[in-house]
C-alpha cells in the first residue's frame, strides 16, 4: 500500500515589527538587530523599510527563539514603537524575499548601506 505524501504545514514562524520616527534611528536599529541575528545564530531575517513616510525594521523568523535570545531580539528593536501586525501584502513580500534567500543556499546576505542626508558633502558626513 501506497502512502500518500503531503507537503509540511507552513510552521507559523515569528514577525517583530518596529516603527521609527527617522531613517537614521532605523538604519542604527536594523544594523544592531541584523548583527544579533548573526551573533546569536538565529535562523531570522532583518528588514528594514519605508512604508509611507515612516521607517521600520521586521524581523521574521521560522521559529521563536529561545527565550534568553528573544529577550535580546527585543531589547535590541526596544527604541522602536510597537506595530501590531503589518498589512498582508508587505508581509507577504518579505516572507517571500526570505524565500527566495534561503533557496539560494548561502549562509547570510549583507546588503549595507550608510545613510546620506541629502544635500550633504562627504566632508560634511564625517
Do not use: C, Y
Not at 63 to 78: D, Q
Not at 86 to 106: C, H, N, V
Amino acid at each position: 500500500m501506497e502512502r500518500e505524501t503531503r507537503p509540511e504545514p507552513e510552521r507559523p514562524g515569528w514577525t517583530l515589527v518596529r516603527r521609527f520616527s527617522d531613517p537614521r534611528s532605523a538604519l542604527q536599529v536594523f544594523e544592531t538587530a541584523r548583527d544579533l541575528l548573526l551573533s546569536e545564530d538565529l535562523e531570522a531575517s532583518a528588514f528594514r523599510f519605508l512604508f509611507g513616510e515612516q521607517s521600520f525594521v521586521a524581523l521574521i523568523g521560522d521559529e521563536t527563539p529561545a527565550p534568553p535570545a528573544l529577550a535580546r531580539v527585543h531589547e535590541a528593536l526596544a527604541s522602536g514603537t510597537p506595530v501590531g501586525e503589518l498589512p498582508e501584502s508587505i508581509l507577504q513580500e518579505l516572507q517571500g524575499r526570505r524565500r527566495a534567500f534561503k533557496s539560494t543556499g548561502a549562509g547570510f546576505l549583507e546588503r549595507r548601506t550608510r545613510f546620506q542626508p541629502p544635500n550633504t558633502t562627504e566632508d560634511e558626513r564625517t
